[in-house]
């Protein structure tokens, strides 16, 4: 159930994007034990804006793979804001692969303003690379529980975030594109970003009530964790095609509508 206070959705947005909020690294060490971090995509190089690796939950191997932001404008440059190349792409799909392999569970976390749009990550396969993730993730035969802990925008979230259940944090957003580029293709005028998120319907809450994401938890370790304890438990009861089966599923009643 949603736990969020009422605020505006222009708020809450803010929120997701404060400075202030943990990291992928603080999620890493406080819910998994023993990370060992994995790099390259084995084609093209290493994308520092992609952090994963292996890791044990509660005894168990898994998989985790995530956004990767700085904690300051060096380490901000260094992890080009978040927001990934193809290279970063293909190796979160090369993790997801040998996941698959060797039966262990994926765990995503998404905090991305988007994919980098430079012409040379273009160039690279960028669009590519994002609709390669998503054909994986919709036939992936292991567990993939992703977490919304900041800003997720565009394809570029996306691409991590097609699992068996979406986590939201309270304050966190999840939406087609940024509210900027939506003010901006709609309206010319970027200032309208507060309006722009009202009518996207970004918030934790809302795409809860839609049936979008799965659970809205606090803000805190100790219930994602529990979260992710509870839904993987339930997932690994599953066999591999009953879990792709359900995954389909779960995508197909997404966008449902009834003709009057």
């Known amino acids: ?42 084609l093209s190089g290493e994308d520092p804006a992609i952090l994963g690796g292996i890791a044990m939950f509660e005894g168990e191997p898994v998989t985790v793979i995530g956004h990767r932001k700085g ?44 994919a980098y749009p430079g012409r040379k990550a273009e160039e690279n396969g960028q669009s590519t690379a994002i609709a390669e993730n998503l054909a994986l993730m919709s036939t992936l035969k292991t567990p993939l529980i992703c977490i919304v802990t900041g800003e997720a925008c565009s394809g570029g979230a996306l691409a991590i975030a097609a699992g068996d259940c979406l986590i939201m944090l309270e304050n966190s957003v999840y939406s087609v594109l940024s509210p900027e580029g939506m003010a901006s293709i709609l309206w010319k005028d970027p200032s309208r970003v507060a309006e722009a998120c009202e009518q996207m319907k970004m918030t934790a809450d809302i795409l809860y009530k839609e049936g979008i994401a799965d659970e809205v938890i606090k803000e805190d370790y100790a219930s994602l964790k529990r979260s992710v304890s509870k839904h993987l438990k339930e997932l690994k009861k599953l066999d591999a095609d009953d879990l792709v089966q359900k995954r389909y599923e779960k995508y197909r009643l997404i966008g449902k509508y009834i003709r009057l």
């Open 1 to 42: 159930m949603s736990h969020l206070k009422k605020k505006s959705a222009y708020e809450v947005l803010t929120e997701a994007r404060s400075s202030k909020r943990p990291k992928i690294t603080d999620y890493y060490d406080n819910l998994f034990t023993d990370f060992y971090e994995l790099k390259g995509d084995r």
């Open 71 to 114: 904690n300051d404008l060096m380490e901000n440059i260094r992890f080009n804001f978040g927001m990934p190349e193809p290279q970063g792409y293909r190796k979160a799909a090369r993790l997801m692969k040998e996941a698959e392999r060797f039966g262990r569970p994926v765990i995503t976390f998404i905090d991305t303003p988007g």
